[in-house]
C-alpha cells in the first residue's frame, strides 16, 4: 500500500514549520547595533561577512566565556554608549526590561530568526482543505453506505 498524495503532503509541509536562519556574529560586530530601534532593522555581518537584518524578530543569543551562562533575547532598542564602549544597553522586547550586556565577557553570539516560508504556509492552507474534504468526503460515503 502506497501513501497517499495528501499524506505526502502533510509530512513536506509539517517538516518545514519550525525553520530557523541563525549567524554566528563576532561579539564586536554588535556595536553596530547603537542606535537600534524596533520595528526598523539594523544591518550587521555575521563571521562569514553575510549581512544580517536584526530586528525585533530576530533573537539575540549570548553566551559567556568563563560560566557559559547564556542571555536570549529580542530587543526592541539597543545602544552602546560612549562612556562604556564594550557594553550594550538594551530593552527587551517581549516585557521591557533593561539588561546591560559586557561584550568582554561575551564568547559567542549567535542570531537566530524563525520564518515561515510563504509556500509553506500555502501548502498548509491547502492540506488542511484537502483533509478537511476528504474527511467529510469519507464521512459522507461511509454514511450513504451504511444507510444503504
Known amino acids: ?7 505526502l503532503l502533510l509530512l513536506l509541509t509539517s517538516t518545514c514549520m519550525g525553520c530557523y536562519s541563525t549567524w554566528d556574529i563576532a561579539p564586536s560586530e554588535l556595536k553596530a547595533l547603537d542606535g537600534y530601534r524596533a520595528p ?15 530586528d525585533a524578530s ?8 568563563t560560566t557559559k551562562e547564556e542571555l536570549h533575547a529580542r530587543f526592541d532598542s539597543i545602544d552602546v554608549p560612549t562612556d562604556r564602549p564594550a557594553q550594550l544597553f538594551g530593552v527587551l522586547h517581549e ?4 539588561v546591560w550586556v559586557d561584550l568582554r565577557q561575551i564568547g559567542d553570539v549567535t542570531a537566530r530568526r524563525g520564518f515561515v516560508n510563504i509556500v ?5 492552507g491547502a ?14 460515503v461511509r454514511s450513504a453506505l451504511s444507510d444503504h
Open 1 to 7: 500500500m502506497s501513501p497517499s498524495p495528501l499524506a
Open 40 to 54: 526598523l532593522g539594523r544591518m550587521i555581518r555575521d563571521k562569514s561577512g553575510a549581512a544580517v537584518r536584526v
Open 58 to 65: 530576530t533573537e539575540l543569543r549570548f553566551r559567556a566565556f
Open 95 to 98: 516585557d521591557g526590561r533593561q
Open 120 to 124: 509553506t504556509g500555502v501548502l498548509s
Open 127 to 140: 492540506v488542511a482543505a484537502a483533509a478537511l474534504t476528504e474527511g467529510i468526503t469519507d464521512l459522507g
